[in-house]
RNA sequence: GCGGAAGUGCCAGAGUCUGGAAAAUGGGAAGGACUCAAAAUCCUUUGGCUUAGUGCCUACGCAGGUUCAAAUCCUGUCUUCCGCACCA
């Protein structure tokens, strides 16, 4: 349909075969490192949603490498992974082949966007050449004491058939499948991310160049909080009950004690007692609900006495002891104080099972009365019913010294708290990498040899639909010890895939490299990331992996630098009748279809331009029209310059100058959308321009055009580059912009010239001029530009006055009505020359009849005339 | 509940930091030029009223406030979207 397509592809193999975009990691040149977050190679090709979002990177790209730096900007695939796996039992292929076919789908698509990657620096995480280094990386936080086996409640994804991160539920479902997720209590591979939550927290501070939203995103999932332990003591025995709280003013108040029902002593302390079967029955009950429906706001609290007691180490009272449903196991010790005159939850479990209430905060002006209480007081006041050390003081203030004093009588300590979790890492899947352990009888879990690596991933396997296949494959399992030499059997397990994600920029810098994950070399010269672009649902997944490993590897003497992303920028979403687009929603635009139609330039100005980057947009099918039909206008320009011989280039050369600095500025702050939007005013100027500009100028200027446009339309610039230049223009210099040059006056002259083609309208209307074939304009000498900016900056009322004391000297009195709007408009400005305008009215066809105007104003302002005589003469 | 972002014309969306012209740019719609005709291109119009004079009124979620002047600053409020969510 369009002419354009033949040309993007003739290009887009130009710069294929060529190697156009391959960069060098020994550049003389200023390096930046331009990376998107790498895809997951799906089977369904990409539609205008990722689309828009590769394009996002291009551009950036592309604007840094005409800005003279070395750009990495590679592009690889997360190729491992459960849907891979799903789809392939779904249509009996190999995981591998299918993956296989994606990539090189979606490799073709990229390139059919145009998008400027050095290919050769591919990576695929399913090849051995990359999971080898995963394996290796394990075997480094093994032997750094960041990996732990060990038994602890895990989310269980039934219909994906493994267990998940804590990052990967999503409100209580698989982040992938959506089928609700179950808490079970299983043995399992973790990575010990919680040694690095203080540092991922403080790091944050520092992360300046991401957005606000995702740096809260990270500091509310580390969740750190500053509290106290304290011991209570059971009673009848020597033990201690560890709680943690974060308000020890309220430790006077405490009336029961609460563990979660599955903390490991529960049953310990009602073995043998009458409480014992009721205890297990409740623990049974309790943990066949999900972790999420047990821990809704609004969950009704359930519990039960145990038979024992504790005493509070402040005032020695004795307390009995509660399990209960909302109480967490893996959150503080698992155990809670419970002070329900000062906590809402421990409120409405009191009153349910009927314990006391203890106020022990008291509101300034008043005092609480535990009978009639409805709620729990949770807000400032004066401590009450406590030590006399601290009764009458604000109770948040007396936390530090109540915190003290706890210390000093050895009943509790300082203590910080995160609900960060250890991230866990193992998955009872088959495709993905192997984890390089082995367990022997005698020596327990050893890791494997360095040397023996990798450990591959068997291809041939039988693909049930239920469990890991690898159990079932003999020669992988079967194993030797590598300390014993015994026969040994080898873990099955594979990792979680964000361990994979976890690295790959690091391997970018050098994919080829053989002797280790990385070149230490290249990733000195291109770390850390200068620009990130990615979506914002993985504030907490791979963007908190990502950072843990970095400092993690830092320590381990490997990196020198603490944070992987200098920048982050998240895109926004494309939706389309009132979803997000996706297969599952079925309201997928192809890409390949929009690309056929309208080419790639068409469909790459229209996702930028539709609104800012991170904004979510609708997608609508008229819009992609209208920018088809602006690349026709930019096209139809490549021959004006040979009709130009005027000598009149100020207006064009501060046109350009100031497209250039616009479009730059723009770019750098990701607003697309407005240099865009710069880009099609010029055009509209440029298409304007009459015989009055010189073809030297006027070459020159649209060749700098050119290369400001290509990063948002690369194809049809390189096209008409090639008219004006030699080389690719994708490889050439940005413009460098020249701010004298760039006349204001001038801009506003115009602004003021367009305005006046409108009045000019107005008056033939109003003098009712049918068929005018010829006007001339002349705007006196007199009359300075200094006016109308004058006029620009009084007020609409002050300006209302003036025109009241407006004097005419006009002879048509229908013309003089015209005069306040006239000057409302800005008329009577000056030009420093005579400007003749000729109306080009109906296209070609000029005015014919010629009109006199003249005005004058004079200002009563402190009785002074202005000082100026302002005359416009239409003639 | 907590936290974040946002609410502008028929639609999408600028402008808000640095207060000053019914408010960019696209789209849609109407009229016109060119054409045998269409597409493309170009010009004009597009808040309301209107005695047609650029005259009046009304506008940037809603309600107030500051100012000669507010879409823009301040206060309150409503709505939408997105994160987190019994974390002791």
């Not at 006041?381 to 050390?389: A, C, F, H, T, W």
């Not at 701010?739 to 083609?757: A, G, M, P, Q």
């Not at 008056?763 to 004058?790: C, G, Q, T």
Request: proline residues 4%; glycine residues 6%.
């Amino acid at each position: 349909m369009n002419k354009f397509r033949d040309f993007e592809k003739k290009w887009q193999e130009k710069w294929k075969k060529y190697k156009v975009f391959k960069v060098d990691n020994s550049s003389k040149k200023k390096k930046f490192y331009n990376l998107e977050m790498f895809p997951y190679p799906s089977g369904e090709g990409l539609h205008m949603g990722h689309s828009r979002n590769y394009a996002i990177g291009d551009v950036f790209a592309r604007y840094k490498r005409l800005n003279g730096f070395n750009v990495l900007y590679p592009m690889g695939f997360d190729a491992f992974g459960l849907p891979a796996e799903n789809a392939a039992i779904k249509t009996k292929t190999h995981p591998k082949e299918y993956t296989e076919k994606s990539i090189k789908n979606f490799i073709s698509q990229l390139n059919a966007l145009g998008n400027s990657y050095d290919w050769d620096r591919l990576v695929k995480t399913c090849s051995v050449d990359y999971y080898k280094w995963n394996q290796w990386l394990f075997l480094k936080f093994f032997n750094a004491g960041l990996i732990e086996r060990k038994k602890a409640p895990v989310n269980w994804c039934n219909s994906c058939g493994t267990v998940l991160a804590n990052e990967q539920v999503e409100d209580g479902e698989c982040w992938r499948c959506h089928n609700k997720v179950e808490l079970k209590l299983l043995e399992q591979w973790f990575l010990k991310i919680t040694k690095y939550a203080d540092e991922l927290l403080h790091g944050i501070k520092d992360l300046e160049g991401w957005p606000e939203k995702i740096r809260l995103m990270q500091e509310n999932w580390i969740g750190r909080s500053e509290g106290t332990l304290v011991d209570f003591k059971l009673k009848d025995t020597d033990e201690k009950i560890q709680v943690f709280t974060t308000r020890p003013d309220t430790l006077w108040g405490v009336t029961y004690i609460v563990y979660a029902p599955e903390h490991e002593r529960v049953l310990e302390m009602v073995k043998g007692t009458e409480y014992e079967s009721k205890v297990k029955k409740f623990i049974d009950k309790v943990s066949l609900e999900d972790r999420y429906s047990r821990t809704a706001e609004d969950k009704e609290k359930e519990g039960m006495f145990i038979g024992k007691y504790a005493f509070n180490p402040v005032n020695n009272e004795i307390i009995p002891i509660y399990i209960a449903n909302f109480v967490l196991a893996d959150y503080g010790t698992g155990v809670v104080m419970a002070v329900p005159a000062h906590d809402q939850r421990d409120f409405e479990f009191a009153k349910k099972y009927d314990i006391p209430i203890k106020v022990v905060i008291d509101p300034e002006d008043y005092s609480l009365d535990p009978e009639k209480m409805i709620r729990a007081y949770v807000d400032k006041g004066k401590i009450v019913n406590s030590d006399e050390k601290f009764n009458g003081s604000t109770n948040f203030e007396s936390i530090p010294g109540i915190n003290m004093y706890l210390e000093e009588m050895k009943y509790g300590k300082r203590e910080i708290q995160y609900k960060l979790r250890d991230w866990l890492i193992s998955r009872q899947r088959y495709w993905g990498t192997p984890i390089p352990m082995i367990n022997c009888k005698e020596c327990g879990y050893i890791p494997v040899n360095e040397g023996d690596l990798p450990i591959k991933l068997p291809l041939s396997v039988k693909f049930s639909g239920k469990g890991n296949p690898l159990l079932g494959v003999k020669d992988f399992v079967e194993a030797q010890c590598p300390k014993c030499g015994k026969v040994a059997k080898r873990e099955t397990d594979t990792m979680d895939t964000f361990f994979d994600s976890s690295w790959y920029f690091l391997r970018y810098c050098s994919s080829d490299f053989k002797n280790g994950a990385f070149e230490e070399k290249s990733v000195k010269y291109w770390m850390p990331v200068d620009q990130y672009i990615g979506g914002a649902e993985h504030a907490v997944l791979h963007l908190l992996y990502a950072r843990f490993f970095v400092k993690a590897l830092r320590d381990m003497g490997f990196l020198n630098f603490s944070e992987p992303f200098l920048k982050l920028f998240t895109q926004g979403v494309v939706y389309k009748d009132g979803n997000k687009m996706s297969k599952s929603a079925g309201n997928i635009v192809s890409q390949d279809e929009m690309i056929e139609k309208y080419g790639v330039d068409s469909v790459r100005i229209f996702l930028l331009g539709l609104a800012h980057p991170s904004k979510t947009v609708e997608w609508n099918d008229e819009g992609i029209e209208a920018s088809f039909r602006f690349l026709n206008r930019v096209y139809g320009l490549k021959d004006k310059a040979k009709s130009n011989s005027g000598f009149y280039d100020k207006h064009l050369t501060s046109k350009i100058n100031k497209l250039i600095k616009e479009v730059g500025e723009n770019i750098e702050k990701f607003n697309y959308n407005i240099a865009l939007i710069k880009v099609m005013e010029f055009v509209n100027y440029l298409s304007k321009v009459k015989r009055d500009v010189s073809s030297k100028v006027f070459e020159d200027s649209f060749k700098k055009f050119l290369i400001v446009f290509s990063v948002f339309a690369p194809h049809i610039c390189e096209e008409l580059y090639e008219y004006h230049d030699e080389g690719y223009i994708s490889l050439s210099d940005w413009p460098k912009y020249d701010k004298s040059k760039i006349d204001e006056k001038l801009e506003r002259e115009d602004e003021f010239i367009s305005d006046v083609v409108g009045d000019v309208h107005a008056v033939l209307k109003l003098v009712k001029v049918d068929n005018p074939k010829k006007l001339k304009l002349y705007i006196a000498d007199k009359w300075k530009y200094e006016v109308y900016e004058k006029f620009k900056k009084l007020n609409t009322r002050f300006i209302r006055e003036i025109m009241k004391e407006v004097m005419i000297k006009g002879k048509e009195k229908d013309i003089s009505k015209l005069v306040p709007m006239l000057i409302k408009k800005g008329v009577g400005v000056i030009l420093d020359r005579d400007v003749e305008i000729k109306l080009l009215k109906n296209n070609q066809r000029l005015l014919e009849k010629e009109f006199k105007l003249e005005i004058e104003i004079i200002e009563e302002d402190n009785g002074k005339a202005l000082p100026f005589k302002p005359a416009i003469l239409v003639e």
